[in-house]
C-alpha cells in the first residue's frame, strides 16, 4: 500500500509579511529537498485546494469562516472585526491567502483522513498541517484554522473509535485539549516546554483520564527525550493502542530554532517520529511550529524518509543542488548575519551530544508514570 505526501501549491510563496516569524518559507522547500534527491515520485504527491466553508464548520463557526475570507478578499477589516476575531491584531495578521493558505492545510489533513479510512494508503505526511492553536471563532498563535481538530474529528466521523494525539511542538496544543477534553475516544499527549506560551498543559492535568501532558524544561536534551520516549509515551500508547494515530511534528524544539530554548537533535527528532509512527498502523504526520527555515526544511524532508522507513538515506551529505535550496531561502535573524552557518547545510543529519538527564525531567517522568500506573 502506499502512503503520500499531501500539500498545496499555494505554500509556493505565501509569506505572513514582514516582522513576523513565518515570514519564511518552510513547505515548498521540504518537497524540493525530496524531489531533489529523489525520494519522493510523482505518485505519491496529493496537491489539495483550500477546503470549503462548509467542510470547515464540523468545528468552526460560519460567521468567522466568512470573516477570513472578507480579509482575503479586501485585505483588511473594521476595527471591531479585527478585535473580536483577533485578526489583523497582534501575531495573526491579514495576509494575501490568509483564508486559502490554512484552508489548503485543512483540506489536506481531512482529506488524508478519508484516505487512511478507506484504505488507500497506511502512512501520510502533512507538513502543511499542525496548526493546533486556531479557535473556533478566532485566531491564535499564527493559527488561523485548526487542522488537527478537524482531522481528528474526521477520524470519528469515519469510525475510528481510539484516536491517539501526539504533539512534539515546543508549544502545547491548548486549543486541541481544551476541545476534547475529557473525551474517552481522544487520546492526547504533549510534550513542551514549560512555561512557554501559551503557558498551558501543566503535567498536574495528566491526573485527567485523556491527557498526557509533560512541560520540560528549558535545554531540553536528546538523551532527556529519549528518555521520556521510552518511560512514558511508548508505554502510553502501547496501552492505548489506538487505530489512528496523529503526530503533530513541529521542529521548533530542535536547537537553533529562535522559539524555544530545547535544544533537539534532528536526528532525535526523527527517532522520535520513527517509534510512534507504527504505533497503528494508521498514521498522519503534521508540520507545526519551526521558525529556522533551513533546519525546519531539511527536518520534515526527513520525516517522508522516516514515514517510509528509509531514515538510512539521511547518512549521506547534501548535493550542490539541495545546497543551492537552502541558501536560497530568506531569513532575517541574527544567526545568519554572518551567512547561513555550514553545519546547516554540509549535511542532514545534526551532531548528537550526550548530555545528562537532569533530576527535573527525572521527577516528571515518576510523577506521571504514578498518575497512568505505567
Not at 494508503?121 to 498563535?141: C, P, V, Y
Not at 524544561?217 to 511508548?234: H, K, S, T, Y
Request: hydrophobic share 40%; net charge neutral; glycine share 6%.
Amino acid at each position: 500500500m502506499k502512503n503520500f505526501l499531501f500539500s498545496s501549491k499555494i505554500f509556493k510563496g505565501s509569506r505572513y509579511g514582514e516582522g513576523h516569524p513565518l515570514n519564511i518559507d518552510r513547505v515548498w522547500p521540504s518537497l524540493d529537498l525530496l524531489k531533489i534527491m529523489n525520494w519522493v515520485s510523482n505518485e505519491q504527491l496529493v496537491f489539495n485546494e483550500p477546503a470549503s466553508i462548509d467542510e470547515l464548520t464540523i468545528f468552526h463557526d460560519i460567521d468567522y469562516l466568512r470573516i477570513l475570507q472578507k480579509a482575503e478578499k479586501f485585505q483588511d477589516l473594521e476595527l471591531k472585526e479585527k478585535k473580536k476575531y483577533n485578526l489583523g491584531v497582534g501575531v495573526n495578521p491579514i495576509f494575501k491567502e490568509v483564508y486559502s493558505r490554512p484552508a489548503s492545510a485543512a483540506k489536506s489533513s481531512m482529506r488524508a483522513i478519508e484516505f487512511l479510512a478507506s484504505n488507500k494508503a497506511e502512512k501520510i505526511l502533512n507538513f502543511s498541517g499542525g496548526t493546533h492553536h486556531g479557535r473556533k471563532n478566532f485566531a491564535s498563535g499564527f493559527c488561523f484554522l485548526n487542522d488537527c481538530i478537524l482531522a481528528i474529528l474526521k477520524a470519528k466521523e469515519f469510525g475510528f473509535n481510539k484516536i491517539l494525539y501526539i504533539d512534539l511542538d515546543a508549544h502545547h496544543c491548548d486549543a486541541v485539549q481544551d476541545y476534547f477534553l475529557d473525551n474517552d475516544n481522544v487520546q492526547l499527549i504533549s510534550i513542551h516546554e514549560k512555561n512557554k506560551w501559551p503557558r498551558t498543559g501543566k503535567i498536574e492535568e495528566s491526573k485527567i483520564n485523556n491527557l498526557m501532558n509533560i512541560p520540560v524544561p528549558e535545554n531540553f536534551n536528546d538523551n532527556e527525550m529519549l528518555f521520556i520516549l521510552n518511560e512514558l509515551i511508548i508505554p502510553y500508547c502501547k496501552a492505548v493502542n489506538p487505530d489512528i494515530t496523529i503526530i503533530q511534528a513541529g521542529t521548533d524544539g530542535l536547537k537553533d530554532d529562535p522559539q524555544s530554548k530545547m535544544i533537539l537533535s534532528n536526528s532525535t527528532y526523527w527517532h522520535t517520529i520513527s517509534m510512534l509512527k507504527d504505533i497503528s498502523t494508521k498514521t498522519l504526520i503534521l508540520g507545526g511550529g519551526g521558525y529556522n527555515p533551513y533546519i525546519t526544511a531539511k527536518a520534515w524532508a526527513g520525516n517522508w524518509l522516516v514515514l517510509n522507513s528509509k531514515e538510512k538515506l539521511l547518512q549521506s551529505k547534501l548535493n550542490d543542488e539541495c545546497k543551492e535550496i537552502l541558501r536560497s531561502l530568506k531569513w532575517k535573524n541574527s544567526r545568519v548575519r554572518n551567512g547561513i552557518p555550514n553545519k546547516w547545510l554540509d549535511k542532514w543529519i545534526d551532531d548528537e551530544v550526550e548530555m545528562q538527564i537532569r533530576d527535573e525531567v527525572n521527577e516528571i517522568v515518576l510523577y506521571i508514570q504514578k498518575i497512568k500506573k505505567l
